[in-house]
């Protein structure tokens, strides 16, 4: 629609042959299929989870307070400490603070992002104040030397 500017009329360039009811119909639609895109169940790329981890392929989880990053690197990056005579530990290893990679550093865990340390049980110990690593469900079959994570 055309409109004056010091005295003289121009038109929007890209408003060009669109009148008031073109406009709503298309605003309609785009805030529609935005609102449509927002409903979705869709999850994204695969989690990566359930993760099966063959204990043998691991030596550096044989010591009780072992720790090691055992994902595959195509769903959610995941490390396993070895807790205990008879349990592991998992975590993802995405930070809490702003989804950066973390990852082992000797007895805890490092965030590449913004340097949040972890203790080898999941609980932020320092660095960039955060929460603590999201805890992975660990299914121990003892007889296969296998975790279920997930």
Request: charged letters at 10%; a neutral charge.
């Amino acid at each position: 629609m055309p409109h004056a500017v010091n005295g003289s009329e121009t038109t929007c360039p890209g408003c060009a042959g669109m009148d008031r009811r073109t406009f709503l119909a298309r605003s309609t639609l785009v805030a529609l299929g935005a609102l449509l895109a927002g409903c979705s169940t869709s999850t994204g790329p695969s989690s990566g989870l359930p993760l099966t981890v063959n204990l043998q392929n691991f030596p550096a989880l044989d010591p009780i307070g072992g720790m090691a990053r055992v994902d595959d690197g195509t769903g959610t990056p995941v490390a396993v400490v070895h807790a205990s005579q008879s349990s592991y530990l998992a975590f993802s290893l995405v930070c809490p603070h702003q989804g950066y990679l973390v990852l082992p550093n000797g007895s805890t865990f490092l965030c590449t992002g913004h340097g949040a340390r972890f203790a080898s049980d999941g609980h932020w110990i320092g660095g960039q104040p955060t929460g603590n690593l999201r805890n992975l469900p660990v299914t121990q079959d003892a007889a296969a030397g296998t975790l279920v994570i997930g």
